[in-house]
């Protein structure tokens, strides 16, 4: 492994499990990318964080949470990996972590909580015991699917443009709402799913939500609408409102399989939706598909603005199934895509039960080729970044 990395080259981050019982990977690696957007040799690794299952960027830092029985959050240097801080999220298997004003949010799947920390706070900390305990946010709920959702399962936290947090609960099938004020986090309300959707990851496009259904295998739709709107509300049987706060509320509209068809879906032995993510132009969604191992992608453009009522000209239409391709592995956990400035088109998928990173070339089209253009080893990859 080479010493002395440039610290202004692009860079990939790949995170893996690193205990038996979830995987065999070497943690968090940072590899060379060159300006085609190719992998290149591993640059740095980290050493001493188990089981870093996601990560995210943080203020000129990294972050990352270990997923525990007693889960934590770290900050490391992005270029050197090296240890900044690590404090306890106050929960079990943490599976998430952003960034939001300052603030880190952990999203704690076993548990079914959040917890909030300031990054300062986890900088100035050395261990897990040596920081204020993170403020913790919980709302309890099930759902019908009896061995995924006797319980809350905190499975993503996301930062809205109108600034608020958004937390997807697979076990209760909800996306909760908090709003950030003076310090404190209050409650707004939630996006009401479908029984049995499992929501695991969200994507946010103008006043639509996008969420996957890790449960039902589908895209579901939502949109921020004024409460004055209610009155014309056309939502399915079981997939209710409840308040986003004084003025708006979410409608569930529609859902589309991340699939061809339903009956790919139904017909599949496994079926679990993991990460969602728009384009750049928010024209298309990409969706990771485990157990059907594959990438599909979706036409959004159909998610229009509109005056908020169903009788109106301009409303919105379902998603379109466009393109699908092997993810180029097993067990799709997470992938990122090429940002325009980067000068290249690429995606790159963590397949965690082949051991290997996918990238794919996206044509002018944005749809990935039906075969990658190179795979990397890595053990149980699970998360990816790109500096």
Known sequence: MTSSPDTNAPAILVSGYTEEGYGSGPGIVRFELFRDG????????????????????????????????????????PQTLELLGTVSTGGADSCHVVLIDEEVWGANYSSGNVS???????????????????????????????DRQGESHAHQVTATPWGTALVADLGADRVDEYALADGGFASLGSAQLPPGTGPRHVAIKGDFLLVAGELDGYLHVLQRTPRDAQAHDAQVPGAG????????????????????????????????????????????????????????????????????????PA???????????????????HFVLSAPKDGYNKIYVANQLSNNVAVFDLDDNGLPGSEPVQSVEFGSPVCILLR
């Not at 990054?119 to 099930?142: D, I, K, V, W, Y």
């Not at 132009?281 to 453009?301: C, E, F, P, Q």
């Open 38 to 77: 190719a992998v290149g040799e591993r640059r740095r690794q980290s050493t001493g964080v188990l089981n870093p299952s996601f990560m995210a960027w943080g203020d000129g830092t990294l972050l990352a949470v270990e997923e525990l029985p007693q889960g934590n959050i770290v900050a490391l240097d």
């Open 116 to 146: 909030v920390v300031p990054l300062a706070e986890l900088l100035r900390a050395n261990g897990p015991g040596t920081a204020t305990p993170p403020q913790l946010l919980s709302h309890p709920g099930s759902g019908p699917v009896a």
């Open 241 to 312: 409102n409840q308040a986003r706060g004084a003025d708006d509320f979410w409608r569930w509209l529609f859902k589309s399989p991340l699939a061809e068809s339903p009956e790919a879906v139904a017909g599949a032995k496994e079926f679990h939706p993991s990460h969602i993510e728009l384009s750049a132009d928010g024209s298309k969604l990409y969706a990771a598909v485990r157990g059907a191992n594959t990438i599909v992608v979706l036409d959004v453009g159909g998610l229009n603005e509109h005056d908020g009522t169903i009788q109106s």
């Open 315 to 333: 409303a919105p239409t379902a998603p379109r199934f466009l393109h699908e391709v092997s993810s180029g592995g097993n067990w799709p956990r």
